[in-house]
């Protein structure tokens, strides 16, 4: 699953009271979710937007890479996700899943 909060990457401020904006849960077994370019597990945006890097998410279905999503961020901090399922956003095929 992921947390979205502030302000830093341990959801924590001052003497550890939780900033929470949202919380998703795991997704269930045997789906997984993937970073495919660093396979990072946090994701920074800072007080501009920014990340400084760039990320890929592929969420795997357990149906087959045909049913698998892509989120992409970039450095920018842009969030897109791809159009179709089994397609990366530029319209690739996923790798396999």
Known sequence: GWIVCYPDANCTMGAGT???LQVMPAVSSPNTVREEMSGASVVNFNSS???GAAFQFVFCDN???????ELEVNLIGRIESAQT???TVAGAA????
Do not use: K, S
């Open 18 to 20: 939780p900033n929470v």
């Open 49 to 51: 937007g920014q990340t």
């Open 63 to 69: 149906r087959g890479v045909n049913y698998a999503q």
């Open 85 to 87: 399922a089994g397609e």
């Open 94 to 97: 996923l790798p396999g899943c």
